[in-house]
């Protein structure tokens, strides 16, 4: 039975601990064989066997070892979905503030009232249960759990200060029998909480900040339309439009819906979903996507994709799918974290024992001092946050250019390319062919004139073609249509795959393909051969067509895109080797070629042996970036370390690549790769501080410099030397958003 992917919500998770704990949780599960959790989405992603476990299982996993979980209903919009989130995260935010903010003040008055022990033990009280509330909760129940976290080691650093401090107040008398001063940290708990919620409150704005792209795409989306019926106009809720509804769009106004243009002309602004800012002229028959903006004339349009199925949904949750995906870099994070507290627990207890080994009782006070100072410094949240804000920053400022990566591990290998692979049709041209000549060939059989007008010719083409997607016959049946040629009715149509098509008309099985696949039905072209080489040379893909005693041949140029050559250069400037793969004719792709500056061609290759091809380059020792139109090139996208689908809007194949070009525009692909670039440069910042942090701040925190100038680190410093490092990392990647790519 096929594997099935769920996607949990999982709640209580504050640090790279939690995540590991819950990733480990859902691993052990019989049935999952993958599980991968972020701790910036709070989702889950698991593939498991439906035979032998389900998502309910799953939930209980999680829940067993004291996280929340729940897989989300279907939402009715992956808009509406994200737009929950992002409200849940503000009032996450602001509940933060407040409680950060009345500790903070709380605990300058614990340093005026040093005096009152009594009160001091009040205020620390109130402020331990109403604002470190979750911080005990969670922390304790993840030690009855055995997976303890960062809250675990704050609420036991501060639970053993305030225990210390309550014994000192009510009965000092056991310090000072024993000979030891009976010291209060009261003032301690209550300000390492209120840094502690500071810096929490500055990590969820900055962790805001990174979805800032996804709540732009959020944005778009209106929550009205109105709604045509009749003669009568209305304004309804964007919920309750269904396909096939007639909306009117006024200029200004956002387009509610994904839908056709049936009335009236305009140009739309699609600068958000493609990153293009000049906008693109709409009229009837037209496609319009919902969120983009009318610029100009009014429009009727009907829509054909509305709630989940619209280009905008379909778009939020790709973005929203590649946030919650992991890099593979993050692996050693993982499996640093997943052992973290507890190693710190015990640095804890050694640095106790140690102080007490050397100074006795007299020193209990810097003892206690220091074991909660290394409880409170260890901050496993920066190795936590360190890929995937650096991935949900990146994702984010790539849809801002019109590139939708999927996800950490397809941002990580992009780049690693070396070797980008062009397909020609739709990604060097415009895709959009039209006839440039026709010519008539002489009688196969006998060698005489031609017996086939040039009209004759196209129309009987056209009559086959018309029952074919390929874009070259869409150019004949257009080509017929304009010069008002009356097609005739096909039967019996056929397809070979990368060779042509056939079909009956009017008695007679008529043919349109490439020569060699024309020439092997037995029909002779050689009176055609000079014709088809000085236009496949001028960059023509060259058809012939066949009948009884009949042959002629169809010149079809498909424009090369004015941005090619620039595209080229600079992916060859990044380092990279540029090739062009190709069905057509040897002499068309190098003409193509020449003038895009690709010097490495493979023409005449069969869509089924495009991925021949690559797998040919990557045993070579490359990595491979496939660029094509996202179904044609299905196989050799798949083949490819990084598939990247071309196109634009509505038409665009989101999930048949990795990267997903929105402009359709191949100069994008060199700006995909140096985000990929930045990012990683980025993640790997973030990673050494994050573990430099560790390795220098908690043997500091033990006290390794007390013997050398008396210098031993107060809890309070390292509650907010803790908190500085978690936002260091998150404001790091957010630098993300402005890199020049």
Request: with cysteine; glycine share 10%; charged share 15%.
């Amino acid at each position: 039975m096929p594997h099935e992917t769920a996607i949990l919500t999982v709640t209580g998770m504050t640090c790279a601990a939690c995540q590991a704990n819950v990733q480990r949780a859902l691993a052990r599960q019989r049935g999952v064989s993958k599980a991968a959790v972020n701790l910036v989405t709070g989702q889950a992603r698991v593939v498991f066997d439906p035979s032998i476990v389900q998502p309910p299982q799953l939930v209980s996993a999680v829940e067993a070892i004291g996280y929340g979980a729940e897989v989300p209903a279907r939402e009715a919009s992956a808009v509406a979905a994200q737009g929950a989130r992002d409200r849940e995260q503000l009032a996450e935010y602001r509940a933060l503030v407040v409680k950060a903010v009345v500790s903070g003040v709380l605990g300058a008055m614990t340093m005026a009232l040093s005096s009152l022990p009594w009160i001091l033990l009040a205020i620390t009280a109130f402020v331990m249960v109403w604002a470190g509330r979750e911080l005990y909760a969670n922390g304790f129940r993840a030690l009855v759990h055995r997976v303890p976290n960062m809250n675990s080691l704050i609420a036991i650093g501060t639970g053993a200060a305030f225990l210390s401090s309550l014994v000192a107040t009510a009965r000092p008398a056991v310090f000072t029998g024993a000979g030891v001063a009976a010291e209060v940290y009261y003032e301690a708990v209550v300000i390492i909480i209120a840094l502690v919620l500071a810096g929490r409150a500055l990590e969820a704005r900055a962790r805001r900040q990174t979805a800032a792209a996804l709540r732009g795409l959020v944005s778009l989306q209106p929550t009205t339309a109105t709604l045509v019926d009749g003669a009568s106009e209305r304004t309804v809720a964007i919920e309750t439009v269904e396909r096939g509804d007639m909306l009117l769009v006024r200029p200004g106004e956002h387009i509610p819906v994904d839908g056709e243009v049936i009335d009236g002309s305009t140009s739309v602004d699609e600068s958000m979903l493609t990153g293009e800012s000049i906008p693109s002229n709409r009229t009837i028959g037209d496609m319009v996507t919902g969120g983009t903006i009318n610029r100009a004339g009014a429009i009727h349009v009907r829509a054909t994709a509305v709630g989940p199925d619209s280009t905008l949904a379909r778009i939020v949750r790709l973005m929203r799918d590649a946030q919650a995906a992991r890099a593979p870099i993050q692996q050693l994070a993982d499996r640093v974290s997943a052992v973290f507290v507890p190693v710190v627990m015990t640095i804890s207890g050694v640095t106790i024992a140690a102080w007490l080994a050397v100074g006795g009782v007299a020193v209990l006070v810097q003892a206690l001092a220091a074991g909660i100072a290394v409880l409170i410094i260890a901050c496993p949240c920066a190795m936590g946050l360190a890929v995937p804000t650096a991935v949900m920053v990146a994702t984010g400022r790539g849809s801002e250019v019109g590139v939708l990566i999927k996800g950490g591990e397809a941002l990580q290998r992009t780049g690693e390319v070396d070797t980008v692979v062009l397909d020609k049709t739709g990604t060097l041209t415009e895709g959009r062919p039209v006839v440039t000549a026709i010519v008539v060939g002489s009688d196969p059989a006998t060698g005489s004139d031609p017996v086939w007008s040039e009209d004759a010719l196209l129309a009987h083409a056209a009559a086959v073609g018309r029952l074919s997607e390929h874009p070259l016959a869409e150019a004949i049946v257009a080509a017929a249509r304009g010069r008002g040629l009356t097609i005739p009715g096909a039967r019996d149509f056929a397809a070979e795959p990368g060779q042509g098509v056939s079909g009956v008309v009017n008695g007679r099985v008529v043919r349109v393909g490439n020569e060699a696949w024309i020439r092997a039905q037995g029909v002779h072209t050689d009176s055609l051969s000079a014709d088809a080489e000085r236009l496949a040379a001028a960059g023509n893909t060259v058809v012939f067509v066949s009948g009884p005693e009949r042959v002629g041949l169809i010149a079809i140029a498909d424009p090369l895109r004015e941005s090619s050559p620039e595209a080229v250069a600079a992916l060859r400037a990044l380092g990279l080797d540029v090739v062009m793969l190709t069905g057509d004719r040897r002499a068309t792709a190098e003409a193509v070629a020449r003038l895009a500056g690709v010097s490495d061609v493979l023409a005449e290759v069969l869509p089924e042996a495009k991925a021949a091809h690559v797998a040919a380059l990557q045993q070579q020792g490359r990595v491979v970036a496939m660029v094509g139109d996202g179904v044609n090139d299905a196989p050799a996208l798949a083949q490819a370390d990084v598939g990247v689908a071309m196109g634009g809007g509505t038409d665009i194949a989101l999930d048949a690549a990795d990267i997903a070009l929105m402009r359709g525009d191949p100069r994008t692909l060199a700006s995909a790769i140096r985000l990929s670039r930045t990012t990683m440069k980025t993640i790997r910042q973030n990673l050494f501080w994050a573990f430099i942090y560790n390795v220098v701040g908690i043997p500091i925190a033990a006290g390794v410099l007390y013997p050398v100038g008396g210098i031993l680190l107060s809890p309070v410093i390292a509650s907010a030397a803790m908190a500085f490092s978690s936002v260091s990392v998150v404001t790091n990647s957010l630098r993300l958003r402005h890199a020049r790519i």
